[in-house]
């Protein structure tokens, strides 16, 4: 069974930093592409940032993009989600995701497209 534990969330005001780990375990963390998703209060879940599984493509939100860098460390086993400049529109529930993606370095923008999830870490962010 594949775990996905997110950490590093809480609570910052407007125009600070947070970053973000997801730890994956067990040894194909290689071939999964791997994303950030967000749920805000009474909203869908969306796309934030993902990776494929090399790291050498990624795509942001456009409402993210410029503040937040997501990364990947496969020696590791982690993803990454630096996140500055932050507004109280990103108040949510942050979650990372890994999509099985073998042979193919692609990145994944819907959450139904994914294998595996964490449990999910709040962000809140003050004004």
């Known amino acids: 069974q594949v775990q996905l534990v997110e950490s590093g969330g809480g609570l910052v005001q407007a125009g600070g930093s947070l970053r973000l780990s997801c730890a994956v375990s067990g040894r194909a963390f290689s071939s999964y592409a791997m994303g950030w998703f967000r749920q805000a209060a009474g909203k869908d879940r969306e796309s934030v940032a993902s990776?494929?599984?090399?790291?050498?493509?990624?795509y942001y939100a456009d409402s993210v993009k410029g503040r937040f860098t997501i990364s990947r460390d496969n020696a590791k086993n982690t993803v990454y989600l630096q996140m500055n400049s932050l507004k109280p529109d990103d108040t949510a529930a942050y979650y990372c995701?890994?999509?099985?993606?073998?042979?193919?370095?692609?990145?994944?923008?819907?959450?139904?497209?994914?294998?595996?999830w964490g449990q999910g870490t709040q962000i809140t962010v003050s004004s």
């Open positions: 995701a890994a999509k099985i993606s073998l042979g193919y370095e692609s990145t994944y923008n819907v959450w139904k497209q994914y294998n595996y």
């Open positions: 990776i494929s599984r090399s790291g050498s493509s990624t």
